[in-house]
């Protein structure tokens, strides 16, 4: 197979389907592998380039064929997909990742090495902490709720709306025992929470990536983190708009005949990138909103025109650009940057 230029590999847990082609375009190579094949298979195959859709374990088969000489790219399933011709299984799927992974405009997700991996499971680890505590608390008001007993919004109201339950003697002895078991289990879910935040803030502290980002306001601790963690290769987009479209905070583009109608964002993107966004631009917007803050000239504008959610999603997008100029460049965020350039070719003009 010495004229095989590119294969393109379907994966799962312990199938693996390859199609490859030649020079001329013309299928070479049709295979289906065990788990415990793929090594030995392409560490007698000359190097070659590989592509394999960014799934599941894609990372670490892209680690462990890049070790033995070949060039592995991997393709987000959204650019895969247009190229599946027909009926959808794995050889499809193959031969549809060999034939995009050849196209120009494609582009590759960076392979993320181990240690990026440690810190993406830190992170998740921490938001699936966060869920359960929400589903948790949820749960404790909801069985208060049939007892008579209600609290206020917020994290801290739960320990004691527990302690009104075990002093209320109109509950029953059983409601009280499982209140006191789901009490426990709030303490250990903070206990763990807060351990892990704790490695989450060291992780933070020793980035020089991340505590750049925390400079940039409306990012904090978490987005930092999640930002650099997230984006080892800034290089892979054109332009900061580029990176908030692949967040999914740009709007979507429904055009036809010379006219243009712009919708909603197109959500598209790392879900969890988009959330700490929004979410830290609208904290900035109500510290605006009450006065504990001054707004930049370009956000009291648009707080004058757009609503508050409205206006939280643009400056989410407005950040994002900005996090990847940083990213991009490795400078550090300067606050009056921009009206100090326009003051100076003011005085230049002069």
Not at 124 to 142: E, K
Request: glycine share 8%; proline share 5%.
């Amino acid at each position: 197979m010495n004229d095989l230029i590119r294969i393109g590999m379907d994966t799962s847990k312990s199938v693996f389907v390859l199609h490859g082609v030649d020079g001329a375009e013309r299928p070479v190579l049709r295979k289906k592998l065990r788990r415990g094949e793929m090594v030995a298979f392409f560490a007698a195959l000359p190097a070659v380039r590989i592509g394999i859709e960014a799934c599941g374990a894609s990372h670490h088969w892209a680690r462990a064929l890049s070790a033995l000489g070949h060039e592995v790219v991997l393709i987000a399933p959204q650019h895969v997909k247009p190229y599946v011709r027909r009926n959808k299984n794995d050889a499809a799927d193959a031969e549809a990742i060999c034939e995009a992974m050849s196209r120009p405009r494609t582009r590759f997700v960076p392979v993320k090495t181990v240690d990026q991996q440690a810190a993406l499971m830190l992170a998740g680890m921490r938001d699936g902490l966060v869920r359960r505590r929400t589903q948790l608390t949820n749960t404790i008001r909801a069985y208060a709720a049939e007892f008579g007993l209600t609290a206020s919004r917020g994290l801290d109201k739960i320990e004691p709306l527990l302690a009104r339950v075990a002093q209320d003697e109109g509950i029953p002895a059983l409601a009280r025992r499982l209140f006191a078991e789901l009490g426990r289990e709030h303490e250990e879910l903070e206990r763990r929470l807060e351990g892990i935040e704790a490695e989450l803030m060291a992780w933070h502290r020793a980035d020089a990536k991340s505590r750049r980002l925390r400079e940039i306001p409306g990012i904090g601790p978490i987005g930092a983190s999640l930002l650099a963690m997230k984006v080892p290769d800034p290089g892979a987009f054109r332009s900061g708009r580029d990176f908030a479209a692949w967040i999914g905070l740009t709007p979507k583009d429904h055009g036809t005949a010379g006219r243009q109608r712009l919708g909603g964002i197109t959500c598209a993107g790392d879900p969890a990138l988009r959330s700490v966004l929004v979410a830290g631009a609208t904290a900035v917007i109500q510290q605006v909103l009450r006065g504990r803050s001054q707004a930049s000239p370009w956000l009291a504008a648009l707080l004058k025109r757009k609503p508050p959610k409205l206006a939280a999603v643009a400056l989410a997008n407005k950040t994002a650009r900005v996090a990847w100029k940083l990213l991009a460049t490795g400078e550090r965020y300067e606050r009056h940057h921009r009206e100090v350039r326009s003051e100076a070719g003011l005085v230049a003009a002069a």
